[in-house]
């Protein structure tokens, strides 16, 4: 019979692990699978792999192949008396095999083992991840956004095509930057009956508008005139729901300070809100009148203020 090398079917190396085995076999399924690949000969590699991992999956099996020793692909063998227990001994149930006709499959080798053929393990499909990106405003408050994906269909023929479907998804209030949701079933196809794989999506909050977001803290520059930093000033804020809010600025305010609203940031639902921040900024009139710069003309001359004395 004819040797095959299930460990060049997999691409891994004799010494691989279990783990490694099974990573192997689901990303070459996933590629040859008859229902999804447009690979060459596609049908027959799915065969190999599937037969590859159905062997070297289980340590009987494995234990088993593993006695042939590493041979060339293709090549003839034929089990010396005794081997594994299945020349003489009967150990294995393969009492009456033929190993010197050339008729008989290298698979049905290991197939059998145990007694009677057994069925493909079921397996479930890759797990699929893909990144959405949305506002601040959207992820506080909530939203719907669309993900297109590539999905196999039958058609009436008994063919199958790749056809691009949108999936929409709802994305709950106080989602925050970097959350990770779960869509099942909506992964790779499963194999042999399996379940399909599940969809992660992870949710990335860009920084778009007025608003800035760290964790479940909410961040916006507030700009001041001059004098509103200096005698202190109430101001009217928006905020992520969509209101505005009446903040007090003390008098004194310097650029870059912050000021914090406490709760005004995003939900938790397993402890405190994040906050709000305010960061001050100071700006000038752009096209100061002549009555205005007189002012300006007057403070000068009455302040003290050196703002480079520390130059």
């Keep these: 019979m004819e040797y095959k090398d299930y460990y060049k079917i997999l691409g891994v190396d004799r010494s691989a692990s279990e783990a490694d085995i099974k990573k192997a076999f689901r990303k ?46 293709g090549s003839s063998f034929e089990p010396p008396p005794g081997w594994g227990g299945f020349g003489g001994g009967a150990s294995h149930g393969f009492e009456g095999f033929d190993f010197g006709g050339g008729g008989f499959d290298f698979a049905d080798l290991f197939s059998h083992m145990g007694g009677g053929a057994r069925a493909a393990r079921p397996q479930a499909g890759e797990d699929l991840n893909a990144e959405v990106q949305i506002t601040p405003e959207q992820a506080f408050n909530g939203t719907t956004v669309s993900i297109s994906l590539r999905e196999p269909e039958e058609t009436t023929d008994g063919r199958v095509r790749h056809v691009t479907k949108t999936l929409e998804i709802k994305v709950p209030a106080g989602t925050i930057d970097g959350q990770k949701m ?18 992660y999506i992870t949710i990335n909050i860009i920084e778009e508008g007025r608003f ?21 000033a109430e101001v009217v804020v928006p905020t992520l729901s969509g209101g505005k809010i009446s903040v007090k600025i ?46 300006y003309q007057k403070i000068a001359e009455a302040s003290k203020f050196n703002p480079r004395e520390n130059l």
């Design 28 to 73: 070459l399924a996933h590629k040859y699978h008859p229902d999804v690949s447009k690979e060459k000969d596609a049908e027959a590699k799915f065969k190999d792999v599937n037969e590859a991992y159905q062997t070297l999956s289980d340590p009987e099996k494995k234990a088993a192949y593993d006695q042939l020793g590493q041979r060339r692909e």
């Design 182 to 199: 779960r869509v099942t079933g909506k992964g790779g196809p499963g194999y042999n009956g399996g379940s399909n794989g599940n969809l």
């Design 212 to 232: 800035k977001v760290e964790g479940r803290d909410v961040y916006q520059t507030v700009p001041l005139a001059d004098f509103e930093a200096v005698l202190g």
């Design 250 to 295: 003390p008098a004194g305010a310097k650029a870059g300070q912050k000021i914090r609203i406490g709760g005004k940031g995003f939900p938790n639902k397993k402890g405190p809100a994040g906050d709000m921040y305010l960061l001050i900024s100071i700006v000038v009139p752009p096209a100061p009148s002549d009555e205005v710069k007189e002012l």
